[in-house]
């Protein structure tokens, strides 16, 4: 991004500890960063080191024990509602279909009834879903289930999303393909994106900057600014371009003893 680039998150000297019967568990520790406007980044990894405490915490849905969010100019003190967000599991209403559910947001916010089911079945056309919205969760496949939730969190035309390893159980070639969509997604409505996630390839391939955190407590150990040509097509990860760049971060976790080969 350049210098101009207006900064829509400021994360800073975040740290959270949580009380246990064991004694105090420190899951972030003086964690800062940024995220500019129209910025897709992620926040890489081992489990454990507070990736989702810090989600949480930027979503308004945590407090932290020390530090500040700081969202488009304000401090992030309870709940936002300015922000879509999609995580590991879909939470699908069952008695709902695939066009209600995503319809819940429009509900919940009160907005125009026509307007917003005409977005919702954009949406789900462009992720692949058009022909499937009136199929209730049942019916649907773990990755459709997972595109029903990201367009229910797009339906309001958020300028941020923020996903919590929302590909984390689903098979490799449904991660590809929602990769591909939601790049496609992120592209179009130019939002900025923190996306949590443990895999390297992942986030190398979706992003424009990878923040590689330590073993808990959650440290940052570096960022990684990703340079390379969008939109990105999966033979780019048969590139020695994309390979020095999963290369770098392997390094990194280990060094920090995340990975062991021996």
Request: hydrophobic content about 45%; charged content about 20%; proline content about 5%.
């Amino acid at each position: 991004m350049d210098a101009g680039t207006e900064a829509l998150l400021r994360i800073e000297s975040l740290s959270k500890v949580y009380a246990t019967g064991d004694g105090p568990v420190r899951a972030l520790d003086q964690v800062s960063l940024t995220a500019q406007r129209g910025q897709f980044l992620s926040i890489l990894g081992p489990s454990g080191c507070g990736k989702s405490t810090l989600m949480m915490i930027a979503a308004g849905l945590a407090s932290p024990s020390s530090g500040s969010v700081i969202a488009e100019g304000k401090r992030v003190d309870r709940p936002r509602t300015d922000i879509g967000i999609v995580f590991q599991s879909p939470v699908l209403l069952e008695w709902r279909t695939a066009l209600q559910n995503v319809l819940l947001q429009a509900e919940a916010r009160n907005l125009d009834r026509a307007a917003s089911e005409a977005a919702a079945r954009a949406l789900l056309a462009q992720v692949g879903l058009a022909g499937f919205e009136n199929k209730y969760p049942h019916e649907l496949s773990g990755g459709m289930r997972q595109r029903v939730s990201i367009c229910r969190a797009l339906v309001h035309q958020p300028h941020q999303l923020l996903m919590d390893e929302p590909f984390g159980a689903l098979d490799a070639l449904t991660r590809d393909q929602i990769a591909l969509d939601l790049q496609k997604l992120w592209s179009d409505r130019q939002m900025t994106v923190l996306f949590v996630t443990h895999s390297i390839a992942e986030a190398v391939f979706l992003s424009d900057q990878v923040v590689v955190m330590t073993p808990r407590p959650g440290r940052i150990d570096s960022v990684i600014d990703i340079d390379l040509p969008r939109p990105r097509t999966l033979a780019m990860r048969d590139t020695p371009q994309f390979a020095a760049y999963t290369r770098q971060i392997r390094d990194l976790f280990l060094a920090s003893g995340v990975l062991r080969e021996h």
